[in-house]
């Protein structure tokens, strides 16, 4: 899942160097934190969320594969 979640964020950003995903367990669901460069920011989110939308959706789907619960999380 996470090397799901960061091939997308490099794939869409300019600096993809600064592109950070980590792993942390919660009570109910696993959640995935990325973390790119501020000026990269917008291209990760998107007009109005769009783009982290598809993102939390396309990982959405891979962890009801394998049946798990994921949040992706952008922190800044």
Known sequence: MVEL?????KSL???PES???KEVEG???MVIEL????????KVIGKQGR???????VV??????ENKK????IVQ
């Open 60 to 65: 959405k789907a891979a962890a009801t594969k």
């Open 35 to 42: 973390t790119v460069a501020p000026e990269d920011m917008g």
């Open 5 to 9: 979640v960061e091939a997308i964020a």
């Open 51 to 57: 783009i982290a939308k598809a993102i939390r959706t």
């Open 27 to 29: 009570r109910q669901a």
């Open 70 to 73: 994921v949040v992706v999380e």
């Open 13 to 15: 950003v300019d600096h």
């Open 19 to 21: 592109v950070s995903v």
